[in-house]
């Protein structure tokens, strides 16, 4: 408690900075990635797409997303964390605007593939900064809540934004915005985040205990943070199908999904804080317990009781990742944090990227309620492995 009685008119003013930068980075970066959903029909009806060539467009943001995270997160270390964000949030919004003047799929494939190298900066960036700046308040979980909530907030209103516009100009013009946009952001990021050497002052004069580390403990994370996101992952692919064997259609999937979101965002914010008032372990069997159990109740319920649930089923299905989330700082080192958030969300990132192929196969040969059961199942994994994180956060006393 004493740590957090008397804390500085500045210090706070820089932490509201860090935490306004990071989650408006995350916002921007998240909305710039699923607006590629309303784009992909219109790619593929302008330039005569094959699905598969709409699958490779759509691969090529998320996979180099992941794949180049690590290397943003040792670039920071040599280059600095605000040039680098800023930079990728930059490149992000210059490759939006090559898509804008694509001819033809190499165009498009190559300004996807540059967006995808710019996004690889935010989330590991983002998170060690963000925790950085909190981690002698002793908020860093709730911080870390409120930039996930950020990044659902963007998934919504870019792409819902986007789609308004094509109403009124072009999918090019679009586009254009979209680039212009994410360099906007790029110039925010730069006014808003603190100088990095006050920053690092303030971390060396920190003797706060969090972030000693635990090896088993950041790998046990890592693997629930995969299992999750995959079977969120999967859930999401089946649930239209679902939906459309109960009766449902066209607009009832797109309500349905609607309200599951809803229940995602804010399922994202109050699990972040519920896991910083009732523990990790608690929390993540509170919230894939009862996500097993509605994903089984989903395949037995009607339309109408499906409908009715599906707001919790977000919130819990989504809220465990904001819980996890803030214990990586929990058991990485500070000068090892960069490195375990990106190792973090490129096993997530590649959780939920392998989940519809692999469970799609299963759905194939089983069938889809047979396969949303098995997703239901390896839900219960995570209790073990929440219960070994747990262990190494403990360790550090």
Request: positive net charge; glycine residues 14%; proline residues 4%.
């Given at each position: 408690?004493?740590?957090t009685?008397?804390v500085p008119a500045?210090?706070l003013?820089?932490?509201r900075?860090?935490l306004?930068a990071?989650?408006?980075a995350?916002a921007v970066?998240?909305?710039l990635?699923?607006v590629?959903y ?13 699905y598969?060539q709409v699958?490779?467009?759509r ?11 690590l290397?943003?997160?040792r670039?920071?270390k ?6 680098m964000?800023?930079?990728g949030?930059?490149l992000?919004?210059?490759a939006y605007?090559?898509v804008g003047?694509a001819?033809?799929l190499?165009m498009?494939?190559l ?9 690889s900066t935010?989330?590991p960036?983002?998170s060690?900064?963000?925790?950085d ?11 870390l809540?409120?930039?996930?909530f950020?990044?659902d ?5 870019v ?7 094509l109403t009124v100009i072009?999918w090019r013009a679009s586009?254009t ?5 994410g360099l906007?952001?790029?110039g925010l990021?730069?006014?808003?985040i ?5 920053a690092s002052?303030t ?16 790998r046990?994370?890592?693997?629930t943070?995969t299992?999750?996101s995959?079977v969120?992952m999967g859930f999401?692919?089946f649930l239209?199908?679902l939906?459309?064997a ?9 309500l349905?999904?609607?309200l599951?979101f809803i229940g995602g965002?804010f399922?994202k914010l ?5 896991g910083?008032?009732?523990g990790?372990m ?13 994903i ?5 319920l009607?339309?109408?009781g499906?409908m009715?649930?599906?707001p ?14 803030g214990?990586?700082?929990d058991?990485a080192?500070?000068?090892?944090r960069?490195?375990a958030?990106?190792v ?8 939920g990227?392998l989940a519809?192929v ?9 069938g ?7 997703l239901?199942?390896?839900l219960?994994?995570t209790?073990?492995?929440a219960w070994?994180v747990?262990?190494g956060?403990q360790?550090e006393d």
């Amino acid at each position: 408690m004493n740590d957090t009685v008397a804390v500085p008119a500045p210090a706070l003013s820089t932490r509201r900075r860090t935490l306004i930068a990071g989650c408006s980075a995350h916002a921007v970066h998240d909305g710039l990635t699923d607006v590629i959903y309303v784009l992909l029909p219109i790619w593929q009806s302008q330039f005569a797409l094959s699905y598969a060539q709409v699958g490779l467009l759509r691969g090529a943001y998320s996979g180099m997303m992941a794949v180049f995270q690590l290397m943003a997160s040792r670039a920071a270390k040599r280059w600095g964390r605000v040039p680098m964000l800023v930079g990728g949030t930059a490149l992000a919004g210059a490759a939006y605007l090559v898509v804008g003047q694509a001819t033809g799929l190499m165009m498009l494939l190559l300004a996807l593939l540059l967006g995808g190298l710019g996004a690889s900066t935010q989330h590991p960036l983002a998170s060690s900064m963000i925790s950085d700046a909190y981690e002698d308040s002793g908020g860093i979980k709730q911080a870390l809540s409120q930039y996930n909530f950020s990044g659902d907030i963007g998934k919504t209103l870019v792409p819902g934004l986007v789609g308004l516009l094509l109403t009124v100009i072009s999918w090019r013009a679009s586009a254009t915005f979209l680039g212009l946009l994410g360099l906007a952001a790029a110039g925010l990021l730069w006014w808003l985040i603190p100088s990095q050497s006050h920053a690092s002052a303030t971390r060396k004069k920190t003797n706060s205990p969090i972030g000693i580390g635990s090896a088993a403990g950041l790998r046990a994370l890592i693997l629930t943070g995969t299992l999750d996101s995959a079977v969120r992952m999967g859930f999401l692919t089946f649930l239209p199908f679902l939906l459309q064997a109960k009766g449902a259609g066209t607009a009832g999937i797109g309500l349905a999904l609607t309200l599951l979101f809803i229940g995602g965002a804010f399922g994202k914010l109050l699990c972040g804080y519920l896991g910083a008032r009732v523990g990790m372990m608690r929390t993540v069997w509170l919230t894939e317990s009862s996500t097993a159990l509605l994903i089984v109740a989903a395949v037995y319920l009607p339309l109408t009781g499906l409908m009715v649930m599906l707001p919790l089923l977000g919130l819990v299905l989504n809220g465990t990742s904001s819980v996890l989330y803030g214990a990586v700082p929990d058991l990485a080192g500070a000068e090892k944090r960069e490195q375990a958030f990106a190792v973090f969300y490129t096993g997530t990132i590649g959780g939920g990227a392998l989940a519809p192929v692999v469970f799609g196969g299963v759905g194939d040969t089983l069938g889809v309620p047979v396969a949303v059961m098995v997703l239901a199942g390896v839900l219960w994994v995570t209790l073990p492995l929440a219960w070994v994180v747990q262990r190494g956060t403990q360790r550090e006393d």
